[in-house]
Nanobody
Framework: QVQLVESGGGLVQAGGSLRLSCAAS????????MGWFRQAPGKEREFVAR????????NYADSVKGRFTISRDNAKNTVYLQMNNLKPEDTGIYYC??????????????WGQGTQVTVSS
């Protein structure tokens, strides 16, 4: 059983930056593909970014390309999401997820509890 705990959310003005972290425990972190998703009020959860087990492959939603960067540190069992030039439409609860075999939008078996990101205009 893998446990995922997100942190780093908060309130930021438009144009600002935040760095989210997701600490994993209970499994072999380096085996897992990791993803970030978000859910805005009244909307469905959507894919944000994905990183392969080695970190060699990353994928991003079109809406965040060039602004967000996903990375991982397998020695620390942690995945990060650096978010720059934040926009009000980036507001939502951000979740990390893991899966042994996972594409950008499928295959995730474990989910964190989420961290709130609010971007004011």
């Amino acid at each position: 059983q893998v446990q995922l705990v997100e942190s780093g959310g908060g309130l930021v003005q438009a144009g600002g930056s935040l760095r989210l972290s997701c600490a994993a425990s209970g499994g072999t972190f380096s085996r897992y593909t990791m993803g970030w998703f978000r859910q805005a009020p009244g909307k469905e959860r959507e894919f944000v970014a994905r990183i392969s087990w080695s970190g060699g492959t990353t994928n991003y939603a079109d809406s965040v390309k060039g602004r967000f960067t996903i990375s991982r540190d397998n020695a620390k069992n942690t995945v990060y999401l650096q978010m720059n030039n934040l926009k009000p439409e980036d507001t939502g609860i951000y979740y990390c997820a893991s899966g042994i075999v996972a594409g950008p939008k499928w295959g995730y078996d474990y989910w964190g509890q989420g961290t709130q990101v609010t971007v004011s205009s």
